[in-house]
């Protein structure tokens, strides 16, 4: 009996193991295929806003497109576009030409459908461009990806979404897709697994799996009607025909397989999530942490607690295993919004950080990721950027006050009601003499100046008045949060409130709440990536990578 108990066990070993092997190389594929799709696609993949050639300036908001033909032929949305107008066009590449806008078709009837618009460049050259596919042979849950240019992060490179098919062709004629779109993204790509453009995107709802896509065979069906300068407010009477996809048995066949749909059973890391409590303007606050093991150059283990820094307030517990337990505070990186803290004792799990390893985990766009919070749950995305630096936009910090432009020495041309400015007792005609004993002699080292603090700072200034000599210590608030009605604003658990003012990160898709922010980051072999640093907008989040974590760390480590 024993005998067989150990063979069974032995058997069951063996068949997991295999098991295990077999799904590695799924997910292996399915990477391969998604990061050969993106490197086919992502050079033809432009960003645009209107532009007044003769004025050699900006006239529109930025928007998306992709190029199709190497004579430069650009499929984008129609309500971005006004016929015979001049765009500028980037590619990620860094060139740069104009465009002028070709034909656009919306039905007066139905307001902001088919939304299809087509441009062409009008410089000579030959430009990078995608194959077009065919919205016909799409499937339901077929993988798809997006490559645009998001308004709000304002960066010159695209980000990459990766997602499905929800409905092939909705009620209004659009594919639905999940890859997450917002304002800048209109008229973006959508691609198919094997890099060919199969929608273009036009409109979302609240919902984050809302994301409606023109389907490519507009554009083949109308190609020669949109060639023409020209605003068509129903379907042009000229009609090409489209021919069946080359491709449409394969992906059929392609559907099938489990190398388009693998089972992402990651490895499991026990224990490298947990919750921090604490208490802010006398509110309690949650926010995730990561549990790091450090290696001490004794050779001891040290454990330490990673999260948000401006999520972390006073009388800060952690959550082990229903236990509230007090931590240790070890030290923050204000600029990368990073708080350091040591258990009370000893913790089972962990992700191993080895702070001698200087070498950068490799930041690949289409690369797997998963995070995880500390009920254990997992959630999946792709990596969605390069490295980039994210300017001091939201985050900077409120004086309430602006100064006589040119002015030396620097006198205050306004201070509004409320501001900390105020408070302080600054008036307008006052004289700045210094800032954090700094000598502020003109009035374009003020603005600098102030961009080097953060909401929050006690900076002590000191000015003249009619009063005389003044110096007082004020606290600088935050610019505060709008809430426009657009529906990319209305995503769940909205934006982190810190959410730029970063060097060297990288975003990718996950929808991580801005309470959840803190949580680690790993590929798809569990190999640790960095921390869940915001939620900067419904398509992104923001991501502190594994060597900004270990400069950090050993900052902090004797």
């Known amino acids: 009996m024993n005998n067989a108990i150990r063979v069974l066990t032995v058997t069951l070993i063996i068949l997991f193991n295999l098991n295990a092997a077999a799904q590695k190389k799924q997910v292996a594929k399915f990477q391969y295929t998604i990061a050969q799709a993106v490197k086919k696609a992502y050079p033809a993949c432009v960003r645009m806003w209107g532009f007044d050639v003769q004025q050699n300036q900006r006239t529109s908001a ?38 002028m806008a070709l034909g656009k078709i919306e039905n007066k009837e139905t307001p902001g459908m088919p939304d299809v618009g087509m441009m062409k460049i009008t410089d000579k050259g030959s430009y990078p461009f995608a194959e077009m596919g065919y919205s016909a042979s799409l499937l339901t849950n077929e993988p798809c990806i997006s490559i645009s240019y998001p308004e709000s992060l304002n ?3 695209p980000t990459l979404r990766l997602g499905s098919i929800a409905e092939v062709k909705n009620e209004y004629g659009f594919i639905r897709s999940t890859c997450k779109m917002e304002p800048g993204d209109s008229g973006g790509p959508l691609f198919d697994y094997y890099g060919r453009v199969i929608g273009l995107h036009s409109a979302i709802d609240v919902a984050e799996e809302m994301n409606f896509e ?18 068509y407010t129903a379907f042009p009477e000229r009609r090409d025909s ?15 397989k489990k190398a388009l749909h693998p089972d992402f059973n990651v490895p499991a890391i026990k224990n490298s999530c947990f919750t921090i409590t604490s208490t802010i303007k006398g509110q309690k606050q949650k926010i995730d942490a990561c549990l790091l093991n450090v290696k001490t150059s004794g050779g001891g283990i040290k454990q330490f607690l990673l999260s948000k820094n401006t999520m972390v307030g006073e009388d800060v517990q952690c959550d082990i295993n229903g236990t509230l337990a007090t931590v240790n505070f070890i030290g923050k990186d204000q600029e990368n919004d990073l708080v350091l803290f040591a258990p009370g004792k000893q913790i089972l799990g962990g992700i191993d950080l080895n702070i001698s390893d200087t070498a950068a985990v490799k930041i690949e766009m289409g690369k797997l990721l998963y995070s995880i919070n500390p009920a254990g749950k997992v959630m999946r995305s792709v990596l969605g950027s390069a490295l980039f630096n994210l300017p001091k936009i939201n985050s900077q910090p409120y004086l309430g006050a602006m100064v006589v432009y040119n002015s030396s020495p620097v006198q205050f041309s306004l201070v509004k009601p409320g501001s900390p400015a105020e408070k302080a007792g600054i008036k307008v005609g006052d004289e700045l003499v210094a800032i954090k004993g700094k000598p502020i002699k003109k009035a374009s080292e003020f603005a600098p100046e102030i961009l080097k603090y953060w909401p929050g700072d006690e900076v002590t200034f000191e000015w003249t008045s009619e009063a005389g000599k003044m110096s007082k210590t004020l606290k600088f608030d935050g610019k505060g949060q709008a809430v426009p009605n657009h529906p990319a604003e209305k995503f769940d658990g909205g934006k982190s409130e810190r959410r730029d003012g970063f060097n060297a990160i990288f975003t990718h898709d996950a929808a991580i709440k801005a309470n959840a922010c803190g949580s680690p980051v790993f590929d798809w072999e569990g190999h640790f990536y960095g921390i869940n640093i915001a939620r900067f907008s419904r398509t992104t989040t923001v991501v502190i990578p594994k060597k900004t974590i270990i400069d950090f760390v050993l900052k902090n480590v004797k």
Do not use: M
């Open 155 to 157: 960066q010159t490179l």
């Open 214 to 231: 023109i389907p490519v065979d507009l554009y083949r069906r109308y190609w020669t009607a949109l060639n023409a300068e020209k605003l």
């Open 62 to 99: 930025q928007f998306s497109g992709v190029v199709v033909s190497a004579d430069g032929y650009i499929l984008t949305a129609a309500h971005t576009i006004l016929p015979a107008k001049n765009y500028k066009v980037f590619f990620p590449d860094g060139r740069e030409c104009i465009a």
């Open 242 to 256: 489209v021919k069946a996809d080359p491709l449409s048995l394969l992906l059929k066949k392609d559907s099938k």
